[in-house]
């Protein structure tokens, strides 16, 4: 079992920062992709930023200059740096990784329980 917790969250002005962080624990043979995902109420959970194991990386097309997604593959954690906020990003962001058991495995998707990003106008 894989257990995902993220930090990080909170109330920013808009144009202020914030830095989520996820930490990825249990038995896996490795994490192939991480991600953050985010859900404003009414909507539906939409993908903000993914990075690979290898580092490759994808932000949305309204988040880029941004935010930037980021890992530490060595602690088996992501992040997400958030700059320029605006009302609009106001989500529970919820981080997400696809996890393989064995070479074979590919992979199993878990989530976080989620924090909750406020920006204020």
């Known amino acids: 079992q894989v257990q995902l917790v993220e930090s990080g969250g909170g109330l920013v002005q808009a144009g202020g920062s914030l830095r989520l962080s996820c930490a990825a624990s249990?038995?896996?043979?490795?994490?192939?992709?991480m991600g953050w995902y985010r859900q404003a109420p009414g909507m539906q959970r939409e993908l903000v930023a993914s990075?690979?194991?290898?580092?490759?990386?994808y932000h949305t097309n309204s988040v880029k200059g941004r935010f930037t997604i980021s890992r530490d593959n060595a602690k088996n954690t992501v992040f997400l740096q958030m700059n320029s906020l605006k009302p609009e990003d106001t989500a529970v962001y919820y981080c997400?990784?696809?996890?393989?058991?064995?070479?074979?495995?590919?992979?199993?998707?878990?989530w976080g329980k989620g924090t909750l990003v406020t920006v204020s106008s």
């Open positions: 997400h990784a696809e996890v393989s058991q064995n070479y074979y495995d590919p992979g199993t998707h878990y």
């Open positions: 249990g038995s896996f043979y490795s994490i192939n992709a």
């Open positions: 990075i690979t194991i290898g580092g490759d990386t």
